[in-house]
């Protein structure tokens, strides 16, 4: 049974919950998710990112996560990659040996055979900062952008995503838009906000000028310190910060679990993607 976009903002059903696991460069985190509301059921637990961050390293430190939830249903999982058919098919950030991985097939092995879903790190939580966060009043065009070692980005219109969108690699005046303006460049090169907020404008400019956004949300954890910087930035489009900080990953990975256990139309557009 599919499930139009419309009906994919209904309210989950108060009691049903999703298992998501948020895979990052320097920790593997993972929860329960109660979808009435987006909350965490009982304690995350993170366990440090093995190094090297390998496919078959990264899989245990999964199925470790996922027993020491209690978990046994099925499960999404972030990667900081383009995730296309299950496959992953970039490594900016990650190990390069991911490239071409099958990566439901490796996670659903580690976990015993369960029903795996795999989405990048920024549509995560993009979906959930869309129906639980910053983003859960607005209308119309939605994108999420998370400013960490790179820059991820989620575009949702009216609750439904449309995945692996790359902003971060987008050139801006000669420059990917991830080495001007990720918050690793900030500290990196040790700017003051007033510095780096130019920085942040000119690739925002770049993206509101192609795709006209209603709203822009800011995450990842320089989100936490907005006030220092997003009222420096000049763009047209509003901008507010991420509502979720470090649990939106986690809880959009569920949210995907969940959509892929129910067949929505979003979990198709997710499956089904170059494959
Ligand atoms: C990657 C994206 C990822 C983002 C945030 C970028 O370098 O290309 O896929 O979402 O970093 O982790």
Same mark, same amino acid.
């Given at each position: 049974m599919t499930e139009s976009p419309a009906e994919s903002t209904t309210p989950a059903a108060p009691g049903r919950t999703a298992c998501g696991i948020d895979i990052g460069g320097s920790g593997v985190k993972g929860a329960i998710v109660d979808? #009435?509301? @987006?909350s965490l059921v009982g304690e995350r637990v993170r366990i440090d990112t093995p190094q090297p961050a390998t496919p078959d390293a990264v899989a245990a430190t999964v199925a470790e996560v996922v027993k020491q939830l209690g978990w046994d249903g099925a499960v999404g999982i972030t990667m900081p990659a383009v995730v296309t058919g299950g496959i992953a098919r970039t490594a900016a950030n990650i190990d390069?040996?991911?490239? @071409? *991985?099958?990566t439901v097939a490796l996670f659903s092995a580690a976990l015993g055979g369960v029903q795996v879903t795999v989405l990048n790190d920024a549509d995560a939580a993009g979906l959930a900062e869309d129906k639980y @966060? &910053?983003?859960?009043? &607005? &209308?119309g065009v939605v994108i999420l952008l998370t400013f960490g070692t790179g820059i991820g980005s989620a575009v949702l219109t009216d609750g439904v995503l449309v995945p $692996? *969108?790359?902003? @971060?690699h987008l050139v801006v005046d000669g420059k990917e838009a991830e080495h001007r303006a990720a918050s690793s460049v900030k500290e990196r090169e040790d700017m003051s906000y007033k510095h780096w907020a130019k920085e942040v404008t000119r690739v925002l400019t770049h993206i509101e000028d192609l795709l006209w956004p209603d709203l822009f949300v800011a995450g990842g954890g320089i989100s936490k310190k907005s006030d220092k910087w997003i009222p420096l930035l000049t763009n047209r489009t509003p901008i507010v910060p991420a #509502?979720?900080? $470090?649990t939106a990953g986690i809880v959009g990975a569920a949210m995907a679990a969940d959509s892929a256990a129910r067949g929505s139309a979003q979990a198709q557009i997710l499956a089904s993607a170059n494959s």
């Open positions: 979808l #009435a509301d @987006g390069d040996s991911w490239i @071409g *991985t099958d @966060g &910053a983003g859960k009043d &607005a &209308a $692996n *969108t790359e902003f @971060g #509502a979720l900080l $470090n």
